[in-house]
């Protein structure tokens, strides 16, 4: 049964390249092999959610399916789970993502007039990307370093006591396309 | 060889640590010297980070605020034998900032290396697992009641009740269930002792699933928080092959194992029923309580839910015994309260101190006042749903029933500073704008009833009908308050209402200003 799901994500995506840049029968062998490796787990559906996004960039409509069908779910029930979260995206990010922490701690060492003027420059808004499609700026709702804030993470990687020019240095790295 | 070691904890990453320690190896190599880099978690005193520390025959001596060009310098001044630099601050122990502290849960971060379970075992791991597994089960719920020990997510609620309740429940299964949610802004404890001492957090775990009688537990960790996730991944693999975890742990005859979940950017998932629907692959949406967790919980199972530092306290606690444990704090708030000093603070980081310290002797003796130089306005303590303590309050001292009595909460020991620049409207606002962000959507109080806050705070920034629009909050508060579901919508009149009563000049619009 699954594999039928996952033939159907072929055709959904068939004719073009996919954003990972492999042909569709790739992702959904990918997808596949995602589902196999999560098939004893309980309550498996977040990281299952998570393995597609790292292996995709993003929560593919097409992976719905296969991924309902493979946990016993309906496709509603899949579909509720990701636009819940925060983090699953139904469209691929920007080459770079940054995010830049919103919370109070932040707020208290001018974080919120640091994120507005960065935003104002790169011309986008919270969530936005750049037109270039390099970076895609997400706010983050604390990173756990408050204590030498403003925050933000680069692409995983952590940065602190930001200022705007330090900002502005990690955008223009960022946006390089 | 000579050692030296540096933090890889997320603070000392995000201030250069990296960079730092590909010095020191240029630098080494260069000079044609054999050093061995020990990388630690953090000590806590993110102020100092990168905080490098060398090993000599008078103690680790460490040098604070080090960037890769300072590295030349500290090698040309004697770094390995802890020689004289402007950057030098002695053994860090000796520090008034440490020196004032009592680290029972934090004792080891900072200074072992996280992944090594020799290290941990030299200096003092699993013992408490030891005395757990020697003394039986009910004896270890006892020494828990005994000790004291509250919840330190935020409720407080005493966690030998919650423990025992599990125990007693008949189930074919039960879980351990690790709250590693830790999404309250000002907040990082969890996550710099799961990078920095995570088997502290595997060795309770181990004990709490002993006494209950649990086979499985889960961490679930904030995506936020990439580095913890791949500590305690990497620990969890180490306390396998060290028999700390696995199919008979610590000798016991007794099997427990451990899996790390991740979270997904919801900040209602540190809510406990919310993280339980979460890693049963739902939405996470808070459920009504009763039935408890402690009885029926995760998959329909009794569950014990504890918070990172709830369940980190455990070892201490079995090792030195629950009446040690309680002999410290204050009142009911007893053991040791790992505040985290936040925001617009000089010295900030995570101060370890037994309940009942003032908050104005925290931030000033700690934190050295603001960072800006400017004068402390306000004060949030206990996250976003936490109130704003003006200064009048900050004789207030960290003890549960005192800052409830103060009209505030603890929380999770989340303390940030804001000096005389911030606008406690906009801080208000905020307040409504993130519930209504980050509400589940169940009970209509929190979900309608934050969008309809945050639009009469607009409206009184407009100088639109002012007095009516204070009333319509004043309302909205009460019913979040009185009729949520949880404490998302329950808690979010905290910010508000505490900005309200204690800022109300920052509420008179730009219209009334100008009359």
């Known amino acids: ?177 | 060889m000579s050692r030296l070691f540096l933090p890889r904890d997320a603070a000392a990453l995000a201030l250069g640590a990296e960079a730092v320690g590909e010095a020191i190896a240029r630098e080494a190599s260069a000079r044609g010297l054999s050093v061995e880099i020990v990388r630690t978690g953090t000590r806590g005193a993110c102020w100092l980070e990168p905080l490098l520390e060398a090993e000599t025959p008078a103690g680790r001596i460490g040098y604070g605020g080090v960037s890769p060009g300072d590295v030349p310098g500290l090698f040309e001044a004697g770094l390995l034998v802890g020689g004289a630099h402007p950057k030098r601050v002695g053994r860090p122990g000796d520090l008034p900032w440490f020196a004032g502290q009592t680290r029972l849960t934090f004792a080891r971060c900072g200074i072992v290396d996280p992944l090594s379970i020799e290290d941990y075992r030299a200096h003092g791991g699993c013992e408490g697992l030891a005395r757990a597994v020697a003394m039986g089960p009910e004896a270890v719920l006892e020494e828990i009641v005994k000790s004291g020990l509250r919840g330190r997510g935020g409720a407080g609620f005493p966690a030998g009740i919650k423990w025992r309740t599990a125990a007693r429940a008949d189930a074919d299964r039960k879980y351990i269930v690790c709250n590693a949610d830790e999404g309250d802004s000002g907040t990082f404890a969890d996550r710099m002792l799961m990078e920095g001492d995570p088997f502290l957090l595997i060795e309770g775990m181990a004990i709490a699933g002993y006494a209950v009688g649990a086979r499985q537990g889960y961490v679930y960790i904030r995506s936020e928080y990439p580095h913890a996730i791949r500590t305690v991944r990497a620990a969890i693999e180490r306390a396998r092959g060290a028999g700390l975890l696995g199919a008979d742990i610590a000798g016991s005859g007794f099997g427990f194992d451990i899996a790390v979940r991740v979270g997904a950017g919801a900040y209602i998932c540190g809510e406990e029923t919310a993280l339980l629907d979460s890693l049963e692959g739902k939405r996470g949406v808070v459920r009504a309580k009763p039935p408890l967790p402690a009885i029926e919980g995760l998959f329909g199972r009794p569950t014990v839910i504890n918070n990172v530092l709830t369940l980190a306290a455990a070892p201490w606690i079995l090792a030195h015994g629950g009446a040690a444990y309680a002999a410290l704090g204050a009142g009911r708030s007893l053991g040791t309260l790992a505040v985290q000093l936040a925001g617009n603070v000089a010295r900030g980081g995570l101060v370890e101190v037994p309940f009942g310290l003032s908050l104005r002797a925290l931030i000033e003796e700690w934190g050295g006042g603001t960072a800006s130089g400017r004068p402390v306005r306000a004060v949030q303590v206990g996250g976003p749903l936490g109130a704003y303590f003006p200064e009048s309050l900050l004789g207030t001292p960290l003890d549960y029933e005192a800052f409830a009595a103060a009209g505030g909460m603890l929380g999770h020991g989340g303390v940030v500073v804001f000096d005389d620049s911030v606008d406690m409207a906009a801080q208000a606002r905020f307040a409504f704008e993130f519930c209504a962000a980050e509400s589940c959507g169940k009970c209509t109080p929190c979900r309608i009833g934050a969008v309809r806050g945050m639009e009469a705070m607009d409206r009184i920034a407009a100088g639109t009908e002012v007095a009516r629009n204070r009333a319509l909050i004043d309302d909205l508060c009460e019913l979040m308050a009185d009729a949520s579901l949880c404490a998302m919508g329950g808690l979010t009149p905290n910010p508000v209402a505490s900005a309200l009563r204690h800022f109300p000049e920052d509420f008179r619009s730009a219209a009334q200003a100008a009359e």
Not at chain 1, 73 to 90: I, M, N, P, Q
Not at chain 1, 96 to 107: S, T
Not at chain 1, 164 to 177: H, S, T
Request: hydrophobic residues 50%; proline residues 6%; negative net charge.
């Open chain 1, 1 to 177: 049964m699954r594999g039928a799901h996952v033939a159907s994500m072929d055709q959904a995506t068939r004719g073009k390249a996919s954003n990972t840049g492999l042909p569709a029968p790739a992702d959904a062998a990918q997808l596949e092999a995602i589902l196999a490796a999560h098939a004893d787990s309980e309550g498996a559906l977040l990281p299952v959610l998570h393995a597609v996004q790292e292996t995709f960039g993003y929560v593919p409509a097409a992976a719905v399916a296969p991924i309902a069908e493979a946990l016993n779910l309906s496709k509603a029930e899949v579909t509720g789970v990701v636009s819940f979260y925060h983090d699953f995206r139904d469209a691929p990010a920007g080459r770079h993502v940054l995010k830049l922490c919103r919370a109070e701690a932040c707020q208290a060492m001018g974080g919120r007039g640091l994120a507005e003027r960065a935003l104002r420059r790169l011309g986008i808004g919270w969530g936005g990307t750049t037109a270039n499609g390099a970076l895609t700026v997400e706010a983050v709702y604390c990173l756990g370093l408050c204590a030498i804030a403003p925050a933000a993470l680069l692409d995983g990687e952590p940065v602190a006591r930001l200022d705007g020019p330090a900002l502005d240095v990690l955008c223009a790295r960022a946006e390089a396309p």
